[in-house]
């Protein structure tokens, strides 16, 4: 079994055990309704050594909670990643925010921006992922009775503590799986986790700008920007221009 997968059940066991209160009405796991499509995408795309991880914070509502792929915007990890099947989902879902797995018509923004990035940077997959492999801190995506989504760093501390201590777990045995020179987090919160949950000596840590519309820094051309704070940080992306790329 590929190891990342074998860290992945572990921590969705880990999470399953916990429990959050008001606020929080609804609590999704897509490592466990969507493992099928979760797993898939950790043995075709994390079974080599990349140059770098990249670390989003938690699943949005229409990318990983409805493929289970980080940032899955649901088209592209159809048509790019190659990546479908069937999402059971938990019988317990919030009115406003179904599970509709690949048949959910809403996109998810950052994770449109992240893998047309990633899609017009390299061209294909696989020469995206000999360089990058992208995983979320933490697993769950948390919905208060609104539908309003509650981002883990919002959570109290009894709450955070034990969340962020298996989710530090998972990063920190998936970085040494992976043995990346750099782990970057994309936006704040996940390069404060890299930080945190990782001590290796000669792992470079950086972050880049997250890709939500809700920032306006993101809205004014987020892909020149995410590629220029990578070379900022080391990591050069050279524009396409060979037949491999086509």
Same mark, same amino acid.
């Given at each position: ?31 466990? &309704? ?16 990349? =140059? ?9 509502? &229409? ?17 790019? $990643?190659?990546? =479908? ?51 979320? &801190? ?5 919905? =208060? ?15 955070? =503590?034990? $969340? ?13 799986? $992976? ?68």
């Amino acid at each position: 079994m590929n190891k990342l997968v074998q860290i992945s059940r572990r921590l969705a066991r880990s999470v399953d055990s916990l429990h959050f209160a008001s606020p929080v009405t609804h609590v999704y796991n897509p490592l466990n &309704y969507a493992r099928a499509t979760h797993e898939e995408y950790l043995a075709k795309y994390g079974c080599l050594k990349p =140059e770098a991880v990249l670390v989003g914070m938690n699943p949005g509502p &229409y990318g990983m909670v409805q493929t289970g792929v980080p940032f899955g915007e649901i088209q592209l990890v159809k048509g790019w $990643l190659r990546i =479908e099947g069937e999402i059971r989902p938990p019988k317990d879902q919030h009115p406003k925010r179904p599970i509709q797995g690949f048949s959910c018509s809403r996109s998810e923004v950052s994770g449109f921006r992240l893998w047309t990035w990633a899609k017009d940077s390299f061209g294909k997959p696989e020469n995206f992922f000999k360089r990058f492999m992208v995983l979320n &801190y933490c697993p769950l995506c948390f919905m =208060e009775d609104s539908g309003r989504n509650r981002t883990p760093d919002k959570l109290p501390a009894a709450e955070r =503590e034990p $969340l962020f201590a298996a989710c530090d777990l998972a990063l920190r045995l998936s970085i040494q799986q $992976l043995q990346p020179r750099f782990a970057i987090g994309i936006g704040a919160f996940a390069a404060k986790r890299i930080r945190a949950a990782t001590s290796f000596g000669n792992l470079i840590i950086g972050q880049i700008l997250h890709p939500s519309p809700a920032s306006p820094k993101a809205n004014k051309g987020w892909a020149a920007q995410a590629t220029h704070e990578l070379a900022s940080i080391g990591i050069k992306i050279k524009a396409r221009n060979n037949a491999d790329f086509k």
